[in-house]
Each structure stands twice: as C-alpha cells, then as structure tokens.
C-alpha cells in the first residue's frame, strides 16, 4: 500500500525558516510533489523531486531521500502569505502513464507577526 | 495559463438526489481527475480519465460514477446524494508524465451539502 505522513499543524513567525516533513511508506513511486492551498483556494503546484536531493525554487526548497522514505518541504523567509496548508504527493510506480498522485493529509502552516 | 473551472462553487442537494458535479479544462490535457477533500483525510481520489470515454476507478469510488464525452469536459455523478457526501470536490487535469511536467492543475472546487 501507499501512505504518505506529515504532521498537522506546523507554527512559525515572519521572517523565520520552516521545515515541513514527509515520511512516506510506498513500493515505489517516480517523485515527490508538493502543493499549497491557501483556504478557499485550489491546490497549487509548488515543486517536484523525482531525483535525491534538493530543488529550490525562490524562498521554497523540496528534498528527496529515497533511501530514508522521507522528504521536506523548506520556506524561507517566512511571509504572512504562506500561511496555507501543505500537502506532498507521490506519483505510485503502478500509475502508469496517468499521473495519477497519491496526497498526504496535508499540514496547516500558520505564520504569525 | 491553464484554467480549470468547476460547474458551480456551493451546492446544496437533498439527500437521494442526483446531482452532476461539471469541470471544464482548456488545455487539451489528457488526464482529468475528480478528489474529495475533508479535513485531516487530505485528497482522495475517486475518479480519474485518461482519455475520452476512459475511465479508472480511484481509491474511493463507491456511491459515485463518472462521465467523459469530450476531451475537455469530465463529469462526476453522485446517483443518489447521501449526507456521508457532503464535502468539497475538485476537478484536476495534467497532461501525460514526460510530456508537460508532473503537474495537476486543480479547479477552485465545488462544496456539496447534501441534507
């Protein structure tokens, strides 16, 4: 089976650096993803590993170990903005050609003054 | 800029109706895909199309069927609304691994009441 953990709620000030983790139990998957959603809002595409290590676009950073069954999210420079919640996603080995994702539940990122 | 959108935003149904949920990409994507989102359970998938007339069933497809006549358009079904399918439901769509990224683009969703 296909299990991806993350922690609920995740609490940080502005300015600061926040990691969010993603532990995963799978029999094999081609990347970790990760989306944002703001409340109200549609999930959003923010970054992609299908290698080991790290991908950094802006203030965002994803990393992949393989051989350790986990992977984070990085934010720097924390803004109000970024208080959304943050969900990983793995793409299962059996899925094809359909990209089908498979999401964890998601962790409440909230950003304070 | 890809856009997804979704028939309606709020919808409240009686319990036994049939209700059609609609979602309408315009970027010729192959893929489509419809989740229900309910709080700490994350997305879970129902259904997904990877063609026109094609479909798979996902992880939760009971009390649900799908729909998809054009390319563009894929329809979800709930036969006969019970009060357990009250929650949020998005429509996704990307086009094929290795062709245009690992990205699903998400409709704004729809939030189904049914009482």
């Known amino acids: 089976g296909q299990s991806l953990e993350q922690p609920s709620e995740v609490t940080a000030v502005e300015g600061a650096i926040v990691q969010i983790n993603c532990t995963y139990q799978t029999s094999g998957f081609y990347g970790l993803s990760w989306y944002q959603q703001h409340d109200g809002g549609a999930p959003t595409f923010l970054s992609y590993n299908g290698l080991d290590g790290l991908e950094e676009t802006g203030r965002f950073s994803s990393f992949l170990s393989r051989s350790d069954s986990y992977g984070y999210l990085l934010l720097q420079e924390l803004q109000m903005k970024d208080s959304a919640s943050y969900f990983c996603?793995?793409?299962?080995?059996?899925?094809?050609?359909?990209?089908?994702?498979?999401f964890g539940a998601g962790t409440r990122l909230a950003v304070h003054p | 800029d890809v856009k997804v959108t979704q028939s309606s935003r709020y919808l409240v149904k009686r319990t036994g109706e049939k209700v059609f949920l609609e979602c309408v990409q315009d970027m010729d994507h192959e893929n489509m895909f419809w989740y229900r989102q309910d709080p700490g359970l994350g997305l879970r998938l129902i259904y997904f199309s990877y063609d026109v007339k094609m479909k798979e069933k996902g992880d939760i497809p009971e009390g649900y069927s799908v729909s998809r006549e054009k390319k563009e358009r894929f329809s979800l079904i709930l036969e006969s609304a019970s009060t357990n399918q009250t929650s949020m439901y998005l429509c996704?769509?990307?086009?094929?691994?290795?062709?245009?990224?690992?990205?699903?683009?998400f409709g704004p969703g729809t939030r189904l009441t049914v009482t």
């Open positions: 996704a769509s990307s086009p094929p691994p290795g062709t245009g990224g690992y990205e699903q683009y």
């Open positions: 996603a793995v793409r299962p080995l059996f899925s094809g050609g359909y990209n089908k994702l498979i």
